[in-house]
């Protein structure tokens, strides 16, 4: 499935957003490299005329790079249809048949037309999934110039097809020659032996090979595998970008909500302070026996009632007062006293976590528990736990569609006691580098909870 670095982010994506550039360059994995450069590539061959034969295609494909296989697609009768599944034996060969074949993004101004016996033609296309064409412009950009400079450039390699393709033509004509000779000649039934050897050789090879059908199914199937990555792969990408607006949104409307509430505490001490100030001015003036004489304040007016007054508002606060002391007390004891058995238990869970190792490899090969990780404990503890560290890695909420629809699928992984390998392969579409870890720490947790069951200190 899903990663890849973007702001993929992350939406359980980055993927996170990518951070500032730094001067210093990541170290190179020359083994991926490797890898990626050496990576068979399967293609989708379409535009093939009617009565061009599976030699013939395999010598263009063949003609611009290295191939491991050709499969055309039969019909159920056993017709060869006009498209078919080529595999590639590296990216460069078939980003070099791409260039030169392809009627979209070819070297070929209208692209290229195989001879047909019947007037309609169609433009020879060829096709790699959406992620299969990144790989492709990867590997291209990493090729070592000195040594593309030996292959043959494209448009030696334009020339060469052309030769072919004259050629086809040729054995065309002299096809439909030889059919509407053996036609007038009464020989109907003979007709299968009047095709050129290619064509003959092909309905030998493919006609009534159950063998090859079955390839050809697979490479299908390959096919649509491949597609599927890439629609989700793309609807990782779209909704990583819309969960970065939200997180910007969210950002500028706190920053928003905090400077307000900054202005809001600055204006109230402001005018605090300005009540000080109005009290320390008229306290310096106050003078007991004028306003005793001009009897506006209520202690002046009726000094008993304001006693009164005082002493019940006074009660009331040291009431209120001694409540929040007596709560603080009883907390205060209730946290000091420890439960029964606590410390005990504290120290075999201490010691179960230290016994699960930490190091990811020997942390896969520990046989985990899976009488103990049933429906009850994946819904109570694994499955959130799953939930809130997808939302850590790629920045969304608990309730984010896409990560929830993660997180079943890696509850699902889990439920049905799969290898935490597979996991990582799976999710480095979405998570990038950051994919051992995360299955890493997921993984601890259910080795940790399988353990804790079977021991019986949870």
């Known amino acids: 499935m899903p990663h890849h670095g973007a702001p993929l982010l992350n939406p359980f994506g980055s993927p996170m957003l990518s951070g500032p550039d730094s001067k210093e360059q990541p170290p ?8 990626s450069e050496n990576r068979p590539i399967v293609a989708f061959i379409s535009g093939i005329a009617e009565g061009v034969s599976d030699i013939w295609v395999e010598k263009l494909l063949k003609t611009c790079g290295d191939i491991n296989s050709w499969r055309r697609v039969c019909s ?18 078939a980003a070099s048949a791409i260039r030169v074949l392809s009627s979209t993004d070819g070297r070929k101004e209208g692209g290229w037309s195989l001879p047909s016996i019947k007037p309609t033609q169609q433009k020879l296309m060829i096709q790699v999934d959406f992620s299969v064409k990144e790989l492709i412009d990867e590997c291209q950009e990493m090729t070592n110039p000195a040594a593309s400079a030996k292959c043959a450039t494209d448009d030696e390699l334009v020339q060469s097809v052309e030769g ?7 054995a065309v004509i002299e096809t439909s020659q030889t059919d509407e000779t053996k036609d007038e000649g009464g020989a109907e039934n003979d007709d299968g032996a009047d095709n050129t050897n290619e064509h003959a050789a092909v309905n030998a090879e493919s006609g009534d090979d ?31 970008e819309e969960r970065e607006q939200q997180t910007i949104a969210k950002q500028n409307e706190r920053g928003d909500r905090i400077k307000w509430n900054a202005m809001r505490d600055l204006d109230e001490a402001e005018e605090k302070q300005h009540q000080r100030d109005d009290m320390s001015v008229m306290l310096s003036k106050w003078d007991d026996v004028q306003q005793a004489q001009m009897g506006e304040h209520s202690y002046y007016r009726d000094r008993q009632r304001w006693w009164r007054h005082r ?64 429906d009850a404990l994946i819904k109570s503890k694994i499955d959130p736990a799953v ?12 309730d984010d569609s896409s990560v929830s629809e993660l997180s079943d699928y890696v509850v699902t992984h889990i439920r049905e006691h799969k290898p935490p390998q597979e996991l990582i392969d799976e999710l480095e579409m ?16 259910v080795v940790y909870e399988s353990e804790a069951h079977a021991r019986n200190v949870t």
């Open 28 to 35: 190179v994995n020359f083994n991926a490299k490797r890898q």
């Open 76 to 93: 159920a009768d056993g017709n060869p249809q006009g498209f078919g599944f080529c595999e590639f034996k590296s990216p460069n060969d």
């Open 164 to 170: 072919i393709i004259r050629e086809l033509e040729a």
């Open 210 to 240: 159950d063998g090859e059908k079955v390839v050809s199914l697979e490479l299908e199937e390959e096919w649509e595998k491949e597609r599927a990555r890439s629609k989700r792969h793309k609807r990782y990408i779209l909704a990583a």
């Open 311 to 374: 002493k019940a508002e006074r009660a009331r606060e040291m009431e209120l007062d001694d409540a929040d002391r007596r709560q603080q007390e009883r907390e205060a004891c209730a946290s000091e006293k420890p439960a029964s058995g606590t410390t005990e238990r504290r120290d075999l869970i201490e010691a179960l976590i230290k016994e699960i190792p930490s190091d990811p490899k020997a942390l896969f090969e520990w046989p985990v528990k899976w009488e103990q990780v049933n």
């Open 387 to 398: 939930r809130k560290r997808l939302a850590e890695y790629l920045g969304g909420e608990g």
């Open 430 to 445: 979405v998570l990038v580098e950051e994919a051992p870890t995360f299955v890493a720490r997921i993984w601890r947790f």
